[in-house]
């Protein structure tokens, strides 16, 4: 199931990234593939290990950390100056 699609930009090892090459080349497919495969296979593992749906360990899983935002500085009300 695809649920849409997210680009990943990133600098990897020479060694990886020749690997990569070789093994989507070995199997026929893209290097997009050779990607995705280990990351989902490895993600329906965590997952089938969390246990109980909303246990405390899919809560934990699935928690988002979202840094708390910056106070905004309120602006003053100028007031008109009368001359």
Do not use: C, H
């Not at 246990?51 to 405390?56: C, F, Q, R």
């Not at 979202?66 to 009300?77: A, G, I, N, S, Y």
Request: glycine share 4%; aromatic share 8%.
């Amino acid at each position: 199931m695809v649920i849409g699609e997210r680009r990943l930009n990133t600098w990897i090892d020479t060694r990886a990234a020749l690997a990569l090459e070789r093994l989507a080349t070995r199997d026929g497919v893209t290097l997009r593939v050779v990607i995705e495969r280990p990351v989902i296979l490895e993600y329906v593992r965590v997952l089938t290990g969390l246990g109980e749906y909303d246990s405390p360990e899919w809560e934990r899983y699935f928690e988002r950390q979202v840094p708390p935002r910056p106070e905004r500085k309120q602006r003053r009300k100028q007031t008109p100056v009368t001359v």
